[in-house]
């Protein structure tokens, strides 16, 4: 069987790998790769939400002309229960979610392009006893050197 080469940067053969997106060009690229995919054209759910509210509402106005005060009683309770749940989701909780999630996604999208600036230190010691040199490699969290006022 023969080998096949693998390419880990999906690079078409003669074209050069691209470089990472920096600053933010980076901060863009990540929150649209969070951002979801909209699948529909953007009047689906408009139109879908009139042509249902308009339904509801010619039946609501031939609940008044038949004669059966319990259908009438269901359909005005069912129209005062539609604008409570919406002014419930454009006044309540639902809003203060949606926009909570957008600040997560926003945050995400920051922390997945920004990194902490490190300090790496190596040292080569020779042990005193055996006389073999020892290489140590530290790498930690870069501070800023105090300033003198």
């Given at each position: 069987?023969?080998?096949?080469?693998?390419?880990?940067?999906?690079?078409?053969?003669?074209?050069?790998?691209?470089?990472?997106?920096?600053?933010?060009?980076?901060?863009?690229?990540?929150?649209?790769?969070?951002?979801?995919?909209?699948?529909?054209?953007?009047?689906i759910l408009p139109g879908l939400a009139t042509l249902l509210l308009l339904i509801?509402?010619?039946?609501?106005?031939?609940?008044?002309?038949?004669?059966?005060?319990?259908?009438?009683?269901?359909?005005?309770?069912?129209?005062?229960?539609?604008?409570?749940?919406?002014?419930?989701?454009?006044?309540?909780?639902?809003?203060?979610?949606?926009?909570?999630?957008?600040?997560?996604?926003?945050?995400?999208?920051?922390?997945?392009?920004?990194?902490?600036?490190?300090?790496?230190?190596t040292r080569t010691e020779t042990a005193p006893d055996s006389g073999v040199p020892t290489t140590t490699t530290t790498?930690?969290?870069?501070?800023?050197?105090?300033?003198?006022?």
């Amino acid at each position: 069987m023969p080998e096949v080469a693998v390419n880990p940067v999906n690079v078409a053969p003669g074209e050069a790998p691209q470089k990472p997106a920096t600053g933010s060009d980076a901060l863009t690229t990540a929150a649209a790769a969070l951002t979801p995919a909209q699948h529909l054209p953007w009047w689906i759910l408009p139109g879908l939400a009139t042509l249902l509210l308009l339904i509801f509402a010619g039946a609501l106005v031939a609940s008044c002309y038949i004669g059966d005060t319990t259908l009438r009683t269901q359909m005005f309770t069912g129209a005062l229960t539609l604008a409570t749940g919406a002014a419930g989701y454009f006044f309540g909780s639902s809003a203060g979610s949606q926009k909570k999630d957008d600040q997560i996604a926003r945050s995400t999208a920051a922390l997945a392009v920004s990194t902490p600036p490190v300090t790496t230190v190596t040292r080569t010691e020779t042990a005193p006893d055996s006389g073999v040199p020892t290489t140590t490699t530290t790498t930690a969290p870069a501070t800023t050197p105090p300033t003198t006022g």
